[in-house]
Structures are given as structure tokens and as C-alpha cells.
């Protein structure tokens, strides 16, 4: 056992660490230590080790089968790991429920009612919190999203667009700790698949959210994200700035999976501009 002197060395060190990344702006949220998970005896993540700064949007990103989608669940609350620990502001939560941990997801369908209209949709998660958001912040985030003319539209009169809107300010509206999204462009097209990806860089910035996105597209995640981590047969294959990992590739399975299609699409892209021009 440590003595009371070396506890309080232990205390004051750690206080000193936080006081420094404070000063330079960077305060660490979310800690994911040693997260590992089977299923029917296959391993589907070995010892994830990631920390997630304050404000920061970090997309997951792997093909099918890599594990992202179970490390979402896992970070929700909504699938129990096998070993590992998961620290948020500094308090251990691996046993803490998904209804205490306050994370929030939208589902990659949106999960609306489709018996209800947008603005009942967007209110429902208040019914038992009524004076968790004040009717002016609430008009603010509607306003903010660009709801106002469709809240008493149906959810089967609503673009896809509008009902990512929809989804995005119901979950909102509950105030989450962190925001989750699980293949949030997967089921939009073109323009409206651009405007929704500045729409939830905007929100992060203006609610100052910690954002976590699962997506399978190196694009998205790229454009979209202050840092990506990387997932390959669920182990860590790279987690920096979109910059290192188009520059400083940590292995093959970045280069061919991330910077290989980037390529692809960038050369398609000069091909068709050229033949414009010729």
C-alpha cells in the first residue's frame, strides 16, 4: 500500500498534468484503455487504446467486420466489453449504465416515429426531463438546423436530409455528453450528403460536442474529422490527423484501404475535369 505522502505526490502530479493540458488547450474527455471483445470465441477488438480530446471529432473508420461499429456500442453503454477500462472526465464508467453514462447516438436510420410529426419527434426525449432545455434554446437549435418550416410535417414528408436534421435535434435536445453517429452520410446523396457534413462540423463546434462518427467511406472521415482512428480486424492501425495519415501512412492497410481510393477518386476526378477543358 502506498502512504498517504506518495498518494498525495500521485494526486498533485496528476492535477499539474491536467493544469498543463489546460494551458495549452488540450483536455482529454474520453479514455479508452485496453478495450478487448469476443464473440463466439472471435475477436472482434484487441486492446483498443485511444484518447479523444475535449470538442474533437473523431471518426471510426474500417471495412466491414473491423469492429467499428461494436467499439460505438461499447463507448454507448449498449454492448458490455470483455476486459478493458473506459474513463470519462476523469471517472472510470466501465460500469456505469448507457442511461447514466448520457452518451446520445443517432442510428444510421434515424430511428424517427413515423406516427409522429418532426417537432414531436424532436421533443420526445424531454417528456420526462422538461426543464432540461428551455423553450429558447430549444427555438435556437430548431432555428440553428433549419427545422422551423417542417415541424409539422410527417416523417414520410421529410428529404432524408431534413429527417438527419430531425434525428440530429432530438438527440441534441437532451443535451448529450458526447454525440454519437453511426454512418451518418451512408443513406444521402451529393449536395445534401455536403451540407449535412458541414452541418455537424458546425454543431460540434457551436455546442462545443465531442463528437464520435462511425463510417466506412476514408472521404467522409478525412474531411470531416480532427482525427481518425484507423481499424483493421480489430486492432489499432493508425490514430492521428487526417493530414499524418495521408503523409505519414503507419502501414499497407492504410496506404491501400485509406490513400488508395483517395487516389482512385481524386484521378477520376482530374480526368473528368481535363475532359471538359480539351
Do not use: W
Not at 502506498?2 to 498518494?7: A, E, G, I, L, T
Not at 449504465?97 to 443517432?106: D, L, P, T
Not at 448529450?176 to 444521402?188: F, H, N, R
Not at 481524386?266 to 480539351?278: K, P, Q, S, T, V
Amino acid at each position: 500500500m502506498y502512504s498517504k505522502d506518495v498518494k498525495r505526490c500521485f494526486a498533485l502530479l496528476i492535477k499539474i498534468k491536467q493544469l498543463f493540458e489546460i494551458e495549452r488547450g488540450r483536455t482529454i474527455l474520453l479514455k479508452l484503455k485496453n478495450i478487448s471483445k469476443q464473440f463466439a470465441g472471435k475477436v472482434i477488438l484487441d486492446e483498443i487504446n485511444v484518447e479523444i480530446e475535449n470538442g474533437e471529432i473523431v471518426s471510426m473508420l474500417g471495412p466491414s467486420g473491423s469492429g467499428k461499429t461494436t467499439l460505438l456500442n461499447i463507448i454507448l453503454g449498449l454492448t458490455p466489453m470483455d476486459s478493458g477500462t473506459i474513463i470519462f472526465n476523469d471517472k472510470d464508467i466501465s460500469q456505469t449504465s448507457m442511461k447514466e453514462r448520457g452518451f446520445n447516438i443517432v442510428f444510421q436510420d434515424y430511428a424517427l416515429f413515423p406516427n409522429l410529426n418532426a417537432y414531436k419527434n424532436i421533443i420526445y426525449g424531454l417528456q420526462n426531463k422538461p426543464k432540461l432545455i428551455s423553450s429558447d434554446e430549444l427555438d435556437s437549435l430548431i432555428e440553428f438546423l433549419e427545422l422551423k418550416p417542417h415541424l409539422l410535417k410527417g416523417i414520410d414528408q421529410l428529404s432524408g436530409g431534413q429527417k438527419q436534421r430531425v434525428a440530429l435535434a432530438r438527440t441534441l435536445a437532451v443535451k448529450p455528453k458526447i454525440l454519437l453517429l453511426d454512418e451518418p452520410l451512408s443513406a444521402l446523396d451529393g449536395v445534401i450528403k455536403e451540407t449535412i457534413k458541414e452541418r455537424i462540423k458546425a454543431i460540434t463546434k457551436e455546442y462545443k460536442l465531442t463528437t464520435i462518427i462511425v463510417t466506412h467511406d476514408p472521404e467522409e472521415a478525412l474531411t470531416m474529422s480532427d482525427k481518425v482512428l484507423i481499424l483493421e480486424q480489430g486492432k489499432v492501425s493508425q490514430f492521428g490527423t487526417p493530414k499524418q495519415i495521408i503523409h505519414q501512412p503507419n502501414n499497407n492497410f492504410v496506404e491501400e484501404f485509406i490513400l488508395r481510393q483517395l487516389k482512385i477518386k481524386r484521378d477520376n476526378i482530374y480526368d473528368l475535369f481535363e475532359g471538359c477543358h480539351a
